[in-house]
């Protein structure tokens, strides 16, 4: 059997972060996406309405993404971090611009991020042929 292909693609758009963590990490056509804030390119937090950080979060998942080889229709998995339960019907209709069907699997957990952010998504997707 084969040792799978393994690597850690990032580029100069690829949000950082201090802590101790790969933006995102490839094992042969399947990308695994750390999980994405309203961060800045150095990884400085972006406090703002849940509907902008929202936005941040999915765009830093997109460049994220892209140096992977992939986009936002080839995500088959999310995980979504939602701080304020009262956002949920808003992160469903911001959620529905962003994924379209076949939709990702996804599961959503409320009440547990810090106060400094309002959103948080990771993902899982493969690279297309």
């Known amino acids: 059997m084969?040792?799978?292909?393994?690597?850690?693609?990032?580029n100069p758009e690829t949000p950082t972060s201090h802590l101790p963590y790969s933006p995102c990490a490839v094992v042969d056509r399947v990308v695994y996406v750390s999980g994405q804030a309203s961060v800045?390119?150095?990884g400085k937090i972006i406090s703002d309405t849940f509907e902008a950080e929202f936005?941040?979060?999915i765009e830093n998942m997109r460049n994220v993404l892209a140096?992977?080889?992939c986009d936002l229709k080839d995500v088959i998995q999310t995980r979504n971090?939602?701080?304020d339960e009262e956002d949920l019907v808003l992160?469903?209709?911001l959620y529905a611009e962003y994924f379209s069907k076949p939709l990702?699997?996804?599961a959503t957990l409320t009440n547990c991020?810090?106060?400094?952010?309002?959103?948080e998504i990771e993902c899982i997707a493969v690279i297309p042929e």
Do not use: C, E, H
């Open 2 to 10: 084969s040792q799978p292909q393994v690597s850690f693609p990032s």
């Open 40 to 42: 800045d390119k150095t």
């Open 55 to 57: 936005r941040r979060s």
């Open 67 to 69: 140096v992977a080889g």
């Open 81 to 83: 971090y939602v701080r």
């Open 91 to 93: 992160y469903n209709q």
């Open 104 to 106: 990702p699997a996804r």
């Open 113 to 119: 991020l810090p106060s400094t952010i309002r959103y």
